[in-house]
């Protein structure tokens, strides 16, 4: 693991200073803090970025990439415009994956069981997509992702095996809680923004500019300014000779428990 040899090697940097002051007593205490705050700016960006993997593996793209297939995936539903996102793509033909909040499934079962009816795939995306789960305690994780996935397969009969931590945020924690559960660990290489750029057209650009074969890209199911989004995405997938496919499909894994 990456943490592990960064942890390994500022580690080592500590002792090597150490040994050099106490044996040559040149280097100033303040050449300790250069290791210490580089680890502390690794372990932040490292927390962060979920293509990083820096607590554990993530699946952020296709590798290595065959053909010109992308997948689409939608966070943080269901909502009521997942309707409208099932209605445009299915009038494209095309199947996607839906990582879905615990407390939002509870208040629309409905449409999660739509999700899977159409043909698209859904994912765990923790109970509370609370932004304090990099510090909630392991058994506080893994019981937020059970009984997500409790839920979805109380009502799609499915037991889905895809995880996304909510703002693609991981922790040594929630790693050792996703080793417990056994979930793959699913993020993106095309963040579109959505649900923080204010005009669709510059969305749009944003996403077209980092289209790539392979690629997964990151919307959510939360806005009419997604569905709209989405509407003018899914032509210029189709001009630009994109193979749309679900998630599982482009990495090789499944995607539900057999
Ligand atoms: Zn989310």
Redesign the pocket.
Known sequence: MLTHRLNTGFATAVLILLAVQAYFNVVSWWWLAIPVVLWLVFAVAGSGLVQSGYHIKTLNSQKPVTGRQIALTF??GPTPYTEKVLELLDRYNVKATF?C?GTQIEKYPHILKKIVDSGHTVGN?SYS?SNKMAIFPVTKIVEEIKHTNALIQQYTHKQTVLY?P??GVTSPNIAKALHQTGHYVIGWNIRSLDAVIDSESKILKRIKKRLNAGGIILL?DTSQKSVNVLEQLLLLLQQENYKVVQTGQLLNIPDYEE
């Open positions: 966070d943080d990582f909040i995306h997509h996304r909510p703002f959510h």
